[in-house]
């Protein structure tokens, strides 16, 4: 099962809004098939571990682990369980069970009602971390988020913007925590950031300092305060704006109306589109608003040595960390409002 979750983490930020499966199948103690599911329309793991199964008559003796439960539904490919019965797979074991009402325990149903012996719960609280944002989604109707920010040792996020010396963006974090963050953007369905970083930084929000998708960028922008001239207007990659007017959209750069404006709406809009999880990078009054609200599952905070004396504080956050680590010169500490889930 761990060789599960193992497999399944390699489809982290390409197969939303599908879940992080992996799937391992084992003959007389030997691994002879393993794969994972890479993207949504793509074969699901238990498919890629049969297909890489030379002797396929072994399977009618062999045992399955999967991570999650098999789907038992039509989707953009078939069912699993129609596969795992047609080669008589005889045991299954699985993780976690499935919270997509579409499936929601059908799988292991429809697979003990033809004759296989099914094991549940295998590994089952390390299988729900692995799935934190597809669980969320599911059973808290939203998207599973993700605050971020860097601090200074001496609690600030940025300097005051009249003692900034040079425009754009100003680095408190190292290289190496940059690059780490940039990584998380291609594991995000979504990255969200309010108007005021936009016209203080003129962000991109890509993922340059690590080979990954881009995510789906979202503003929160209530008095469509962003500039014509802004990054986030004039490149090519897909932007969301949330705005109080009813404005017109340009090629992929769409402005959702909402009235009233609130960050549950705009959470509200983003699970009927199927955005699974949105990594939060600020600025201040956003993150803040996210906290107040208590609509965050996750946060990940980097603490330089530098100090600024005076500057915008960062986001108040009196919780304990559940992990820290260091990141060359930079700490990061690493927050669940779950203080139950599983280590990361």
Known sequence: MQRCLDLAQKGLGTTYPNPLVGAVIVYQGTVIGEGWHHKAGEPHAEVNAINNVQDKSVLSKSTLYVNLEPCSHHGKTPPCVDLIKQHAIPKVVV?????NPKVSGNGIATLQKWGCEVIQG???KEADFLNRRFFTY???KRPYILLKWAETEDGFIAPLQETKKNPGVFWISNTRSRQMAHQWRGQEAALLIGVQTVLN??????TRYWKGPNPLRIVLDPNNRTPKEATLNLDENPTLFFNREDLLNTGNKIHIHLNPFSIENVLTYCYSKEIQSILVEGGKKTIEGFIKADLWDEARVFQAPQKLNVGIQ??????KEQHKENIDTDVLRTYFKQTSQAKI
């Open 314 to 319: 960062a986001p108040l956050f009196e919780i």
């Open 201 to 206: 930084d003129n962000p991109s929000l890509t």
């Open 95 to 99: 993780g976690s069970l499935d919270p």
């Open 122 to 124: 295998v590994l089952k």
């Open 138 to 140: 599911h059973k808290q």
